[in-house]
């Protein structure tokens, strides 16, 4: 049955629309999330933003479209991203490989992406992110984060989720810690779903 709910919501969140609703219902519209990414930009003003695995940019409101750059590999999703916020820019690229505007950004956000894929994988994703990084900048990542504790609702949604590297806190600290040190690392909860916040400064 499980395995049945899962291919079905794999095929579900390949439409740009289903995929929008899969993530905000069960989250009750990202507010945790919103207001720790605000709190963040706040703290570092008007912050050339790179928002990577976009996705259909439900955080690019947040930001100024002039300083805004979303990248996401779903053409399907960027293109419903900038049906939404037409004034922002966005690109359809593998972030693995994507060369960029490398030290253009103050801000690097990667917030639900990691989960996606295997540790080599991420590690090229980050290592992106990280070039991407202007001197002194921040990269912020958040992700689903596995915990032993967890309710049987979350442990539905996290079985029907597309990503399938689910890890726990220690894991996630380790991986991201690899590329850039850990300043700041959270676990929260988005609706009926934890997540981890981990705040890197770049050199």
């Known amino acids: 049955m499980l395995d049945w709910l899962r291919r079905s919501a794999d095929r579900l969140a390949e439409s740009p629309v289903a995929f929008h609703w899969l993530r905000k219902l069960p989250e009750w519209n990202f507010r945790e999330t919103k207001r720790r990414i605000a709190a ?19 955080f690019a409101g947040l930001f100024a479209p002039e300083l805004y ?40 956000l990667v917030n639900g992406v990691l989960h996606h894929l295997d540790d080599a994988a991420a590690l090229e994703l980050l290592a992106t992110a990280r070039r991407q990084l202007a001197p002194g900048g921040t990269l912020l990542v958040i992700e689903d984060v596995h915990q032993d504790e967890s ?46 916040l981990m705040l890197c400064r770049g050199v």
């Open 40 to 58: 963040v930009r706040d703290a570092l003003g008007r912050p050339r933003v790179l928002d990577c695995g976009c996705g259909t940019a439900e």
């Open 151 to 196: 309710s049987p609702i979350t442990r539905l949604i996290h079985g029907l989720d597309h990503g399938h590297h689910i890890r726990d806190a220690a894991r996630w600290n380790a991986l991201v810690s690899g590329v850039l040190p850990i300043v700041r690392a959270e676990t929260y909860a988005s609706g009926w779903c934890p997540y981890h």
């Open 69 to 108: 750059l979303g990248v996401d590999v779903h053409p399907g999703y960027v293109a419903a991203a900038r049906r939404r916020h037409p004034r922002h820019r966005f690109e359809v690229a593998d972030l693995r490989t994507w060369p960029g505007s490398e030290g253009g950004f103050d801000l690097v």
